[in-house]
């Protein structure tokens, strides 16, 4: 089993609709990032959680650290959301970082 | 302000060959880490580079070898290349060897292609 987990591994959507996209880990961490991967392969950091929730536009990312859990919401989502969607979490050390598999959106006009 | 920047974009070689990838990292940052990422996959941690010695090292093969210079530069070198080492290499920079409260710094990536 991996220590971070993403799903869905794929996720097809109307634009307009609104995403979730989920992120579990196994070990203790003391910060989780967001990242979006386009197709050239740049990765751009979206959001860096330890507690709560943050907000950027029409992101919204949460995370819950006694459950383990962490969401990546998209409102009014938009065909220029189409990327790769990682999730990586920072050990307690704060110098590993470990990374889900991403999850692959496509918003369709 | 430069972010971190890679080169070359691509890079097709053949199996047995040897490969240099090149990354600078962002201004002000003096770490750099270099990830692989297969295709379909996330980016798993090849070894990280502070002071010009390797820090922290993931599990590749000594095949995987590198360098950092005194201008915090970085090189990532792959001896006898094999098929399975096609991937999209990506170096991420930061300000000492861990990462700290601060959003993450990568590079567009180098994608080498063997075959």
């Known amino acids: 089993k991996n220590e971070v987990e993403q799903s869905p591994q794929n996720l097809t959507a109307q634009e307009g609709e609104f995403i979730t996209i989920n992120c579990s880990y196994s070990?203790?961490?003391?910060?989780l990032h967001w990242l979006q991967q386009h197709p050239g392969g740049g990765i751009v950091s979206l959001f860096m959680?330890?507690?709560g929730k943050k907000k950027h536009g029409r992101l919204i990312a949460t995370i819950n650290i006694q459950e383990k859990h962490s969401s990546l919401h998209i409102t009014a989502s938009h065909p220029r959301d189409s990327a790769v969607y990682i999730c990586?979490?920072?050990?307690?050390?704060?110098?590993?970082?470990?990374f889900g598999e991403g999850t692959q959106l496509t918003v369709n006009p | 302000d430069a972010g971190v920047t890679q080169s070359p974009t691509h890079l097709i070689k053949t199996r047995g060959q040897q490969v240099t990838l090149r990354c600078s990292p962002k201004?002000?940052?003096?770490?750099v880490s270099w990830y692989q990422q297969a295709l379909g996959q996330g980016p798993q941690f090849i070894f990280q580079?502070?002071?010009?010695?390797?820090?922290q090292r993931g599990n590749f093969p000594d095949r995987f070898s590198g360098h950092q210079f005194p201008n915090y530069s970085s090189e990532l070198n792959v001896n006898a290349l094999l098929l399975g080492d096609s991937a999209l290499y990506l170096c991420?920079?930061?300000?000492?060897?861990?990462?700290?409260?601060?959003?993450?710094?990568f590079g567009n990536g180098t994608r080498l292609t063997v075959t």
């Open positions: 991420a920079s930061s300000l000492g060897t861990g990462w700290g409260n601060s959003p993450l710094h």
């Open positions: 070990v203790g961490i003391s910060a």
């Open positions: 959680l330890s507690s």
């Open positions: 990586a979490v920072l050990d307690t050390s704060g110098s590993r970082l470990t």
């Open positions: 201004s002000g940052h003096d770490t």
């Open positions: 580079y502070y002071e010009e010695e390797e820090r």
